[in-house]
């Protein structure tokens, strides 16, 4: 059941299907992300969260249906251009050994280009580190901060998109919520589109402007994320009291 059409959609999907050889992972899936929002994405394990982020920056292509990036066929993009518009910030923040600004440049560095120490310092306080921190060892670093400078990585390449896959779930609440304010900061002074996997229903419902709740590869609701606390689909309304994992 979908409570909202978005006449701007920074991602859709049009009769989305994703097979692992004969099991299906995504099925028949039909919605969007509103462009310069936060959608929350929950559901229970086994769900397709992942798979569908996989979908949406290419990793891998749907087995049929359509998927729309920013107004414009997914297949359309260039390997290179559909990751610099969709970014992707995982759970784990995997640095390579070395400081923090060896880190930042990463994704020019493998485009044979180089990050002018200026921007990458402007880019720790856009996530609010420090200049300081910038030749750090990303090893003396907590998860929290290993969780910033992921972010601020992600933001070198200026996407349009950006998709955050449980990036607070091994993170303290103190972290959990500095990260939180962070992500409601990058999409109000960028209009960067998010979308967030979540296990956390709270924060689903507090962070998110819309939520999608996602059950054996199907898209069982979406709308406004106030959905969470007066689901509609019986199956939703047992996943959100707990009784479904």
């Known amino acids: 059941m979908t409570r909202n059409n978005h006449s701007e959609s920074a991602v859709q999907f049009n009769h989305v299907n994703y097979s ?49 990036i920013d107004g414009k066929d997914i297949n359309q993009y260039e390997p290179t251009e559909l990751r610099r518009t969709v970014g992707l910030a995982l759970q784990s923040a995997t640095m390579v050994s ?33 200049a300081e921190n910038l030749h750090r060892n990303v090893k003396d670093l907590s998860g929290g901060q290993l969780q910033k ?12 998109i950006l998709l955050l896959d449980e990036i607070t779930s091994s993170l303290d609440r103190v972290s959990q919520q500095d990260v939180e ?16 996997i979540t296990h956390n229903l709270q924060q689903a419902l507090s962070i998110g402007n819309y939520t999608w709740v996602m059950m054996s590869g199907k898209l069982m609701e979406s709308g406004k994320s106030s959905l969470l606390s007066d689901p509609q689909n019986d199956s939703v309304k047992r996943f959100v009291q707990g009784e479904i994992e």
């Open 20 to 68: 692992d050889g004969d099991t299906p992972i995504i099925s028949d899936i039909t919605g969007s992300f509103p462009k310069g929002k936060i959608t929350t994405l929950v559901g229970p394990s086994g769900a397709g969260k992942t798979t569908l982020f996989r979908l949406c920056n290419g990793l891998i292509p749907p087995d049929s249906g359509e998927i729309i």
């Open 149 to 160: 400078v992921s972010i601020a990585r992600t933001l070198v390449n200026k996407p349009k």
């Open 181 to 196: 304010e962070l992500i409601t900061k990058i999409n109000k002074k960028f209009e960067v589109t998010i979308i967030w």
């Open 98 to 130: 070395g400081s923090v600004y060896k880190n930042l440049s990463m994704p020019l560095t493998l485009k044979g280009e180089k990050l002018p120490e200026e921007q990458a310092i402007n880019l720790l306080m856009d996530v609010g580190l420090g």
